[in-house]
C-alpha cells in the first residue's frame, strides 16, 4: 500500500504563486509515477500532470503548461507542483496521486492510471 499526504494549498491572489507537495509513504521503492490532477466544483478530475519515477519523464496538462513545474525530491519521497501565474480558474481541490504498474503516458492523464490518492488540498485564487 502507498499513502498519500498533500501540502501547501492555500488562498493566493491572482498572479500569485503557490508551491503544493505531496508526500508518499509505504510502499514507495515501488512506485512507478506520481500524478496531479485537480477538481473544480461542479467539474471532472482533470489531468495536471505526473512524472515517472523510473525516467524522471514529465507529462504537463494542457491548463498549467507552461506555468506550473513537477519536481521530485527523492530523499523525501516527495513530489512539488510549483504553480506560478495563477489565475483564479486554477481554484479547485488539487489531488496527489500514485502507482505501482507500468503504464504508458496516455494512461497516465486518466484517474483510472493511478491507484492511490490523497486527501486532496483546496487551492483558491482570488482575482
Known amino acids: 500500500q502507498v499513502q498519500l499526504v498533500e501540502s501547501g494549498g492555500g488562498l493566493v491572489q491572482a498572479g500569485g504563486s503557490l508551491r503544493l507537495s505531496c508526500t508518499a509513504s509505504g510502499r514507495t521503492e515501488s512506485i512507478y509515477a506520481m500524478g496531479w490532477f485537480r477538481q473544480a466544483p461542479g467539474k471532472e478530475r482533470e489531468f495536471v500532470g505526473y512524472i515517472s519515477l523510473s525516467t524522471n519523464f514529465i507529462l504537463y496538462g494542457d491548463s498549467g503548461k507552461g506555468r506550473f513545474t513537477i519536481s521530485r525530491d527523492n530523499a523525501r519521497n516527495t513530489v512539488h507542483l510549483q504553480m506560478n501565474s495563477l489565475l483564479p480558474e486554477d481554484t479547485a481541490v488539487y489531488f496527489c496521486?500514485?502507482?505501482?504498474?507500468?503504464?504508458?503516458?496516455?494512461?497516465?492523464?486518466?484517474?483510472?492510471?493511478?491507484?492511490?490518492w490523497g486527501q486532496g488540498t483546496q487551492v483558491t485564487v482570488s482575482s
Open positions: 496521486s500514485a502507482d505501482r504498474s507500468a503504464q504508458a503516458p496516455p494512461r497516465r492523464r486518466i484517474a483510472d492510471g493511478y491507484a492511490y
